[in-house]
């Protein structure tokens, strides 16, 4: 299963998100961000040079700490190199050996995260509770609908108060899936800032409790699109 995390509005925690979603799906993650990546740094090939032809995708994917990655570069130069035609194909080539695929997004609706999208199973919507990142959501599950691809979950991040809970009810009506809240806590932003997922930096933390539920709502999300892909 390849998963989309995106949400349209820079800052709302897609990189955070992705990263501790794949240690809990025990997924690659692969950082598509090819301007302003946020994942970890890799040692050997990225996918800057998986989209430039200069490396196979499943060269590029290494073990960091206790999640599979595939970085991606940091320069211009590489990003402008990269063919985005090709990241459906690579994406597929990395769920095919791995199974599972956390796909980070870039900011944004425009040509860069339609490839992400169209290349995905499903998509993972991340907001924050104001309404300038909620607009953004819902322009992007809409593009998400044009691309046929289904909205496994949406997370609402820094969650604080009750009426945020009434602000995630609301998403998840409107939005057509359900909703996880995900509480501001600072380990959260101190291990990402480490780069390394929650369950390895603070295994005690109380917002651990929400990445296993949106766990289990995207392995049953993956359950329905693979009855869905059986043949009748």
Same mark, same amino acid.
């Given at each position: ?44 090939p ?6 430039a ?36 194909? *690579?994406? =597929? /080539? ?6 599972? #695929? +956390?796909?980070?997004?870039? $900011?944004?609706?425009? %040509?860069?995260?339609?490839?992400q ?26 593009? *998400?609908? =044009? /691309? ?6 949406? #997370? +609402?991040?820094?969650?604080t $108060?009750?009426?945020? %809970? ?32 929650l ?21 049953e ?12």
């Amino acid at each position: 299963m390849i998963l989309a995390v995106c949400g349209g509005k820079g800052g709302v925690g897609k990189s955070t998100v992705s990263l501790n979603l794949a240690r809990e799906l025990d997924a690659v993650a692969v950082d598509a961000d090819l301007a302003t990546p946020d994942l970890p740094r890799g040692r050997g090939p990225d996918l800057h040079d998986v989209l430039a032809g200069r490396a196979a995708p499943l060269e590029a994917v290494e073990a960091v700490d206790e999640i599979d990655l595939l970085p991606c570069g940091r320069t211009l130069a590489g990003a402008r190199a990269a063919d985005l035609t090709e990241l459906p194909k *690579a994406l =597929e /080539l990395v769920d095919r050996q791995f199974g599972r #695929v +956390v796909v980070d997004c870039p $900011a944004g609706l425009a %040509r860069d995260v339609g490839y992400q999208i169209h290349g995905a199973d499903a998509v993972v919507l991340v907001t924050t509770p104001d309404r300038p990142a909620l607009l953004n959501a819902f322009r992007t599950r809409h593009l *998400a609908g =044009e /691309l046929d691809t289904p909205v496994a979950s949406v #997370v +609402v991040n820094r969650a604080t $108060a009750d009426e945020d %809970r009434a602000i995630a009810a609301r998403a998840e009506d409107e939005l057509g899936a359900p909703t996880t809240l995900v509480p501001r806590r600072e380990p959260l932003a101190e291990s990402f800032q480490a780069g390394t997922p929650l369950r390895d930096f603070d295994p005690d933390s109380g917002a651990l409790t929400a990445f296993e539920t949106l766990t289990e709502r995207i392995e049953e999300s993956e359950r329905q699109i693979a009855g869905d892909a059986e043949p009748v």
